[in-house]
């Protein structure tokens, strides 16, 4: 246990790491894959259209899913995010049907001069993983993080994920860890 920790729990402040954190730096491009299948994927931002498969998506991810009771609040959301500047949530496309999301925002920090890329949630369809979908979105976040003058793009993804994170990795994404406080 490290001695930052062992303080934590002196203090009675206990943290689970339930996050996984990937660090990608602007000046180092993302990696290539060793082989891609050929495909049509294509990105764009995301639009109010999208809503019902981007929620599809997300409870992919664990997220809640839509019903009678919350759908409007989402919709809200989802709407408000849309159309905020420091938000810039990307769809994939693979031949003409919307397969992946990405929750791309721009945070600024104390004492950065320049924001950070956040990505919260990267989604792909199962039913076409490891055909370019999920490169291209990360590719197209890394593309506007860079011209948004981003210091860095982290990425969050739940620890279960292994898979995911044998891709961030693959990709150039460095190993970070985060901790979360549920309340």
Same mark, same amino acid.
């Given at each position: 246990?490290?001695?930052?920790?062992r303080?934590?729990?002196k203090?009675?402040?206990v943290?689970h790491?339930?996050?996984?954190?990937?660090v990608?730096?602007?000046?180092?491009?993302?990696k290539? $894959? #060793?082989q891609r299948?050929?495909s049509m =994927?294509?990105t *764009?931002p995301?639009?109010?259209d999208?809503? !019902?498969?981007?929620? %599809?998506?997300?409870?992919e991810?664990g997220?809640t899913?839509l019903?009678?009771g919350?759908?409007?609040?989402?919709?809200?959301?989802?709407r408000?995010?849309?159309?905020d500047?420091?938000?810039?949530h990307?769809?994939?496309?693979?031949?003409?049907?919307?397969v992946?999301?990405c929750s791309l925002h721009f945070?600024h920090?104390?004492?950065?001069a320049?924001?950070?890329?956040?990505? $919260? #949630?990267?989604?792909?369809?199962?039913? =076409?993983?490891? *055909?370019g979908v999920?490169r291209?979105?990360? !590719?197209?976040a890394a %593309?506007?993080?860079?011209a948004a003058?981003?210091?860095?793009l982290?990425?969050?993804?739940?620890?279960q994920?292994?898979?995911?994170?044998?891709?961030?990795?693959?990709?150039?994404m460095?190993?970070?860890?985060a901790?979360?406080?549920r309340?």
């Amino acid at each position: 246990m490290l001695e930052a920790d062992r303080e934590s729990v002196k203090r009675g402040v206990v943290y689970h790491a339930v996050q996984y954190a990937v660090v990608w730096r602007p000046e180092a491009p993302l990696k290539a $894959p #060793d082989q891609r299948e050929p495909s049509m =994927v294509t990105t *764009r931002p995301a639009t109010y259209d999208d809503f !019902e498969v981007v929620s %599809r998506l997300l409870t992919e991810l664990g997220r809640t899913p839509l019903d009678g009771g919350n759908e409007e609040w989402f919709r809200s959301i989802y709407r408000t995010q849309i159309e905020d500047p420091s938000c810039c949530h990307l769809v994939a496309e693979l031949d003409g049907s919307v397969v992946g999301f990405c929750s791309l925002h721009f945070r600024h920090r104390l004492n950065r001069a320049r924001p950070e890329g956040w990505i $919260p #949630d990267l989604i792909v369809d199962p039913a =076409v993983r490891r *055909r370019g979908v999920g490169r291209a979105l990360l !590719e197209e976040a890394a %593309r506007r993080s860079r011209a948004a003058g981003c210091f860095e793009l982290d990425l969050e993804s739940g620890a279960q994920r292994r898979e995911a994170h044998e891709f961030y990795r693959s990709a150039g994404m460095a190993e970070g860890l985060a901790f979360v406080l549920r309340l």
